[in-house]
Nanobody, 124 residues
C-alpha cells in the first residue's frame, strides 16, 4: 500500500525551528513533484513549498526566506526546514505527490497522494 507519513511537528516558541520529514512507503520520489501544504482550523489548505524533479524549489510568499525544502529524488524522504517560526505558521502540515498538471503546483487539485499530516503549533 502506498503511504506518505509526515513527522517532526510539535509545539515550539516563536522564532524557533523545526524540520519536518515526509517518508514514503511503496513508492519512490524519483521523477515526482512533491508539495508541502498546511491547513489551519476553519481555513482552506494552502500551498507552502514544493520541490520539482530537477531539484528546483518553490515557496509561498508567506514563508519565502524562512522555510526550505530538500531531499533526494532517489530516496523516499523529503524535508521541510522551518526557521523563524511565527504563530501564524500554526497548522497541520501535509506532504503530497503531484499527479495532475492542469493548473499549477499551488493547487491542491494537482495532488492525489497525501500524508496524514503533522501538527505544528507556534506559541508567542
Amino acid at each position: 500500500q502506498v503511504q506518505l507519513v509526515e513527522s517532526g511537528g510539535g509545539l515550539v516558541q516563536a522564532g524557533s525551528s523545526l524540520r519536518l520529514s515526509c517518508a514514503a512507503s511503496g513508492i519512490t520520489f524519483r521523477g515526482k513533484f512533491i508539495g508541502w501544504f498546511r491547513q489551519a482550523p476553519g481555513m482552506e489548505r494552502e500551498f507552502v513549498s514544493g520541490i520539482g524533479t530537477s531539484g528546483m524549489t518553490y515557496y509561498a510568499d508567506s514563508v519565502k526566506g524562512r522555510f526550505s525544502t530538500s531531499g533526494d529524488s532517489a530516496k523516499p524522504t523529503v524535508y521541510l526546514q522551518m526557521n523563524s517560526l511565527k504563530p501564524e505558521d500554526t497548522a497541520v502540515y501535509y506532504c503530497a505527490v503531484r499527479t495532475r498538471y492542469v493548473s499549477d503546483y499551488r493547487s491542491t487539485d494537482e495532488y492525489s497522494m497525501w500524508g496524514q499530516g503533522t501538527q505544528v503549533t507556534v506559541s508567542s
